[in-house]
């Protein structure tokens, strides 16, 4: 157990960078423990820290906290910084957490599906989860730009921010954003150059060889 604050987890993995965006912003002190295969905190991740393996998971003391979104909830609670993660009005809570499941579930959900296709077997994804994800995407687009008509991210990082950033970044390499939702568009652009985000992108930047699908020469 490592003492104080540290985040398991993998500098390309979309939802290290969700746990990773807060931290950042908030200048929160904290270890990064790199998952590597077969080393020693990837060994206590399986056998230890989280029921999937899966990651992000944070540890503070004792204290263990796996789901990407549970993390952000505790470090609002236990570790705040300037910028309010939660907001404190409960009615504003309530849309950022909703809004925080629908870049989780329908945005990022679909993008591990096509790239889940390409781990199984890159030069022959199966089609119909292919297709299956480029269309989920697609749908989720339509719903946020219409979402969007009506609604803004604030300027600063919160829950959502911390969803949208890495899922948003992702799926436009995936299906990309069509011309008809200008606003979510935008609002990639947007979450993008936020410091905190842009400093996972770039620390990602050697690694993007990596992504199955294969990365496009941009962002
Ligand atoms: N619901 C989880 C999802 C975490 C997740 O899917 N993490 C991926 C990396 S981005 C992972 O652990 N992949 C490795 C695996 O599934 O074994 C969260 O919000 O933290």
């Not at 157990?1 to 929160?28: C, D, E, R």
């Not at 609670?77 to 909703?98: K, N, Q, S, W, Y």
């Not at 985000?197 to 496009?216: E, S």
Request: proline share 10%; net charge negative; with cysteine.
């Amino acid at each position: 157990m490592v003492s104080g604050l540290a985040l398991y987890g993998h500098p390309f993995s979309s939802y290290t960078w969700k746990a990773l965006i807060p931290l950042y912003a908030n200048q929160t002190p904290f270890e990064f423990r790199e998952l590597t295969p077969g080393d020693a905190a990837e060994g206590e991740l399986h056998a230890r820290l989280h029921p999937a393996g899966k990651f992000p998971v944070l540890s503070d003391g004792d204290t263990v906290v796996i789901e990407a979104t549970a993390i952000i909830e505790y470090l609002a609670v236990h570790h705040p910084g300037a910028a309010p993660l939660i907001p404190a009005d409960p009615g504003e809570a309530v849309t950022v957490r909703m809004m925080d499941r629908v870049f989780d579930n329908y945005v990022m959900a679909n993008v591990q599906r096509v790239v889940s296709a390409y781990i199984a077997d890159g030069a022959n994804p199966d089609p119909a989860e292919v297709e299956s994800g480029k269309a989920g995407l697609l749908r989720a687009y339509r719903w946020l730009e219409r979402w969007l008509e009506r609604n803004a991210l604030p300027p600063h990082v919160n829950l959502v921010t911390c969803a949208a950033a890495p899922s948003l970044f992702y799926a436009d390499w995936v299906e990309r954003i069509p011309a008809d939702c200008p606003r979510l568009a935008g609002l990639r652009a947007e979450v993008l150059a936020l410091p905190a985000v842009a400093r996972c992108v770039d620390d990602a930047r050697p690694l993007r060889h990596y992504f199955p699908p294969g990365a496009p020469d941009r962002d």
